[in-house]
């Protein structure tokens, strides 16, 4: 099933890395070798971006594809190349030393880079030793969870969320304090977790995913835990890890991709156990090798995770390592959880690099304007883009694309123009002239005023929002203007009108100011304003009116019956609903359905569907009693919903014609022996109304051609 | 009879009070009608003036009176003389009767369709309902009104009636105008009559809608909150976004003197197989694949049914919550309405109960939605209660779809309150932004401007207004957007003079400079200097200097390789998508580098440069399909070392493999695999014996 032809070869990168301890003496001011890399995979990268979030046109993956193949093999040569030259290494980016949102919920910002990193590049390094094993935190079903565990299946959970959002994102899964080693640099203490078919660094794999998902079984059997620092020994299993890891992401550029490393550990102390230079020497060459990786542009993000009675202490080690001081130390949280969930949700949030959708330029007054950017928070997720294959070769297909002229047949080789039919002539558009009136307003973001709250109607909408969060990137002033606002908005509950004028779809909008909101897990609501794109009159409907009786007064409830609706609400009340709590089974069901066949596997996997109503708790006495007298209220006594529906009896028009029909078809079709038809192959001397009467009569569907309604009955008799 | 075909009469007044807006009424009308000869050609329309001088209707001619109220077309079908009538609207000017012309627009209504056409039919006046009405012979007005009404329902006629009252001629007669008030709320009151009451120029514009929409429901059935206990409701549409129009692609093959020919042009798709292009595979041998990772599944739409989510069509209720717990940003999508089964008066009485108990409570509803019978997806979504205030409307629920966990990426950003100083307002700035957000008020009590529901689309009146020049005269230009129209894209310019003292001195409390330590070349977001005025921007060019400055792309365009870095100099341009010039520019560009580069060199130390330049080359020339201009430069570049005494970059390619651009990598290329190989083996014991 795999149709991609694969090349392993991009391993042998790995084998001529060079200690970065050396490297960095010999930085020379040049083209370093990582840059040239960066280079060849460039023009790849970007148009990978493009496709992240618009439907992938069939034809542009195929020619994709056979890029990326290419690339591939290009990449092969090229590497083999760089091995002479990898002598030659200089930092690839600057740091800004005064930056400001120097600490790790962040980092985004702290570059003043002029691109958007687009692909990224994550290795897990995932502390195992049996510190990891024996501390635990209660989960929920009031079972003891190890912090292995949690680290475990939060990857896990990542892993499959990345495949189905993010399936262009490398990732490399790599143990550290293990019995067992496995690495390419053969060090000891260290595990590289993989699966046939896939470099060590690369997207995941069906088969990732599921080998992945029962690792905790085979752990101890395969990997084994042992910590790897111990007096005595020369090893030093924390600097063989960040060495592995930083050779894993030797792949690409900082340029173009996002590199980290993410250390799930619980030992805040890695040298604790060892005293004196042999201590003194090990902190040192370890805090210059994550010096090194972060030289060469490759972020590293500690997930501390501690119990609430035993801080992880960050002065100890790691704050070094990361380089923290002052109040960006104190900042940093370690993921402190009473219960194995918090933790979850905390390392969850942690674990995802924001993604900006654009810069925006906010006009608040004429000689004003801030900078902000703008993130989408809340998005549709699709089952994917569909690739048409060769259902023999199982090969992408190609898409050829052609205009025909509809009167002559002709082909149509330059872009031709638009028209629209009007008064029985047609209008001629050039693509000019439609941008041109589309461009309606002269900002791409402009202020218009301020209203209160209850201006916006919950059906003001139409479709997920955008949020906006200011930035001094540019423009310094930008965020203190935005946070004065934004808190006046607050204080007067008031929202902003504004008009956003993007080229293609320019939009009134409302700027809702959101208060940051935390919870024991951490951010749950960012601070910031969220862009809500605001209907015209012509996109609402007075449909309230539709069915008004002219004459009469609506039918009110009472108020003992609203009462009694007041009491039901009360008895159903679902207390700590978040919006995010369903997965949709829909996707879920079909990215199961695609990783079982993937992995070629004969059962389908049934996947629970979270989003029906919780039967149990409805039917406790209590909720029963309060939609009973409800129902009484309501209804009265001896209901019966459907003979007092009107539907039954004044349906309408189309529904009793549709009756009719059902009821002829019925009828008409008990006429005929159609098994015996059927088995005569005299099915085709009926009429197409005839073979219609069956279809309509057994619940089938009508459409097609003569040979299709055939099929379809010859199918549902079974024959 | 068409089906959907209405029936509608323009009631206007054109007396002299209504002379102000008169051409925003003569905009809107004409979109009507425009939209209709586009989107429902069989509509037929009828135009009523009232305020005239001159009288012309049926009813003076056969029973009297109906003075100053004239017919200026009779019920037709639309056409482009109508747009054009209505865009000349005569200016009238006596103060005209609204009463006398509903009636003769409703007699013109029933002589044209009798008792057809029910709930088709529709008046619409446009008045500001300024004038006074004359006494009838006999009862009150009200009584007259009544049997009008009663005559409107009786016929299945509707009524749309928009009353445009701009703030300044709000000084006419007081009693006069409560009198009409009263009146047209008797119409509502008694018949499917909709009253809007405009106080703006925008507002009139999106005050009278011009699409027309046959409500269709998404949804009927039972709406479950147990087993036990359902409530037979009806889901609707609430909001749904107008989309600009899809235009057609225009084809000039059909011979000039073929009038049938449509001019269209049909979009064919071949599906090809990727080892041989010029093989076509037919649909019955395509299938569909999904990505999975790096992987593609096929899946045959067959395997696709059996394995797919079939949930049962059905609503129903989760819980309720507390509407705080649910922040107004998580809403999805278009909007939905739920109502109660029309004429269902306990159904009616259950929806009204629960939106009044939510509303009571300010909690809302979760409900799990299954639209339709077959529907491979579910919708959660919140129902909130929409308490109707008007006697004859039924409550409501506003549905909105929620997020599922898949749809939410939850980005970490830093508390505001952890931001350092120099980013945090002090209070001093604070005042000022409190000011600001509270002076800029859009919504003065009870006169809310930039109602969503009066608030036309600017782009598409701009479409429409041009398509009507267009119409025309096929080459002009595209019209400057409407004054009106501006007050929804920008602000207020009398709103901003108003409060200039405040705008002011929030431009005194925050400073705002660009950032030093960015590149010159990398800025985008020009800021204009603060200079303290605030003259509202009417002038044209500084704000199409403003959109230059924004609409710059993300990057820095590049247009010449440079000696820095010209491998991503290079590949910037080969990506430059403005021009297809760009493409040569920078392949010819890069030839020329490359031997700089290689002459300039001492002792070998440019090589590798120009080894990297030459691998970038080569692969911005598979890509782009240009091997021969590589083929052909390697081949002189090779030839070049030679003679300038340059092997030793020879053998440097051979040991790196640089090879033509073989048939296989391109097919455009002339070489096949193996001379594509041998090339540089070729060139290796001539490089020896030049030794």
Known sequence: ?719 | MARNKEGLVLVLDVGPTMHTVLPEVEKVCSMLVQKKIIFSKNDEVGLVVFGTKDTKNELTNEVGGYEHVMVLRDIKVVDGNLVEALQQLPRGSIHGDFIDAVVVGMDMLIKKYGQTNKGKKRLCLLTNAASPTKDPYDGTKEDQVNTIAEQMRAHGMKMDCIVVRISQDLDMDKKILEENDYLLNAFSYKSSTKTVHVDSPTSLLGALRTRNIFPVTIYRGDFEMSSKMKIKVWVYKKTSEEKFPTLKKYSDKAPPTDNYATHEIKVDYEYKSVEDPNKSVPPEQRIKGYRYGPQVVPISSAELETFKFKPEKSVKLLGFTDASNIMRHYYMRDVNIFIAEPGNTRAIVAVSALARALKEMNKVAIVRCVWRQGQGNVVVGILTPNVSDKHNIPDSFYFNVLPFAEDIREFQFPSFSNLPSSMQPNEQQQEAADKLVQMLDLAPTGKEVLRPDLTPNPVLERFYNCLEVKSKQQDAAVPPLDETLRKITEPDPELISQNKAVIDEFHRCFELKENPKLKKSSRRLLKEKPTGSSEEGVGNGADAQAIDAIEYTSRVKVEKIGDLDPVQDFEAMMSRRDSTEWISKAIQDMKNKIFDIVENSFEGDTYRKALECLVALRKGCILEQEPKQFNDFLRHLVKFCEEKDLNSFGEYLASHEITLISKKEAPDSEISEDDAKNFIVKREPKAEQGL
């Open chain 1, 1 to 719: 099933m795999n149709i991609l032809p694969r090349t392993t070869t991009l391993n042998s990168d790995l084998s001529i890395f060079v200690p970065a301890v050396q490297m960095s003496r010999k930085k020379h001011n040049c083209c370093g070798s990582d840059e040239y890399i960066a280079a060849t995979c460039t023009s790849s990268d970007h148009r990978r971006s493009e496709h992240r979030y618009f439907d992938m046109n069939v034809a542009a993956l195929a020619v994709l594809r056979r890029r990326s193949n290419e690339e591939r093999k290009e990449k092969k040569n090229v590497l083999e190349e760089v091995d002479l030259l990898r002598n030659k290494q200089c930092p690839v980016m600057d740091i800004d030393p005064d930056d400001v949102f120097r600490d790790d919920e962040d980092p985004e910002n702290e570059l003043y880079q002029e691109r958007d990193s687009t692909k990224e590049m994550l290795v897990y390094l995932v502390d195992a030793s049996p510190k990891m094993f024996s501390t635990s935190c209660p989960s929920e079903d009031q079972k003891d969870v190890s912090h292995f565990h949690i680290a475990v299946s939060c990857i896990a959970q990542s892993l499959r969320t990345q495949i189905i959002n993010r399936s262009y994102d490398d990732v490399a899964i790599c143990f550290f304090n293990t019995r067992e080693k496995k690495n390419l640099q053969d060090s000891n203490n260290v595990y590289v977790f993989n699966v046939p078919e896939r470099e060590e660094l690369d997207r995941p794999t069906a088969r990732l995913i599921k080998e992945f998902d029962s690792i905790e079984e085979s752990f101890s059997k395969e990997i084994g835990s042992k910590y790897g620092i111990l007096p005595g020994s020369r090893d030093n299993s924390l600097y063989n890890a960040l060495w592995v890891a930083q050779a894993l992401l030797r792949k690409g550029s900082a340029k173009t991709a996002d590199k980290r490393i993410l250390l799930f550990t619980n030992e805040d102390d890695p040298f604790g156990n060892i005293k004196g230079m042999t201590k003194m020497d090990m902190t040192r060459t370890t805090l210059q090798r994550a010096k090194d990786a972060q030289d060469l542009g490759i972020s590293i993000e500690l997930l501390p995770l501690s119990r609430p009675d035993d801080e992880f202490n960050m002065s100890l080690f790691y704050a070094d390592l990361l380089g923290l001081e002052g109040t960006n130390l104190t900042q940093f949280k370690a993921l402190v959880g009473e219960r194995f969930e918090d933790m979850k949700d905390q390392l969850r949030k942690r674990m995802f690099r924001k993604r900006k959708i654009r810069r925006i330029k906010f006009i608040i007054t004429n000689a004003m304007s801030i900078e902000v950017n703008a993130y989408a928070l809340v998005r549709p997720t699709n089952p994917g883009t569909i690739t048409w294959l060769d259902s023999v070769t199982n090969l992408p297909l190609k898409t050829d694309r052609s205009f025909i002229c509809a009167d002559t047949g002709a082909l149509v080789q330059e872009t031709p123009k638009l028209f629209q039919t009007y008064k029985n002539d047609s209008i001629m558009f050039s693509t000019d002239e439609l941008s041109e009136i589309k461009r309606v307003s002269t900002g791409p973001l402009r202020l218009l005023g301020f209203k209160p709250l209850s201006c916006l109607k919950d059906y003001h909408n139409l479709k997920p929002s955008t949020f906006v969060f200011p930035s001094d990137e540019e423009v310094v002033g930008s965020t203190c203007i935005f946070i004065a606002l934004h808190g006046s908005m607050l204080r007067l509950k008031r929202f902003a009108v504004a008009f956003y004028g993007s080229s293609t779809h320019p939009q009134l909008v409302a700027l809702v100011a959101q208060e940051e909101i935390m919870s024991t897990s951490g951010q749950v609501e960012p601070p910031g304003m969220h862009m809500i794109y605001l209907p015209y009159s012509d996109d609402v409907r007075p449909v309230e009116e539709l069915h008004t009786d002219t004459n009469a007064m609506a039918p009110r409830a009472t108020d003992d019956q609203i009462k009694s609706a007041t009491a039901l609400v009360r008895r159903v009340d679902l207390k700590s609903f978040s919006v995010c709590q369903f997965a949709n089974p829909a996707l879920q069901r079909h990215y199961a359905v695609l990783q079982a066949l993937a992995l070629d596997e004969d059962e389908m996997p049934d996947v629970r569907d979270e989003t029906l109503p919780d039967e149990e708790g409805m039917a406790r006495p209590g909720v029963v009693k309060a939609l009973e007298e409800f129902k009484l209220s309501v209804y009265g006594e001896n209901y019966d919903e459907e003979s007092d529906s009107i539907a039954s009896g004044k349906t309408s028009d189309a529904s009793k014609k549709r009756k009719a029909i059902a009821d002829k078809a019925t009828e008409e079709s008990a006429k005929v022996d159609w098994s015996d038809l059927a088995d005569k192959g005299e099915l085709k001397e009926l009429t197409v109304p005839k073979l219609k009467y069956y279809l309509t009569a057994n619940g089938l569907s009508v459409s097609g051609k003569k040979e299709d309604l055939i099929n379809r009955i010859l199918t549902h008799l079974g024959k």
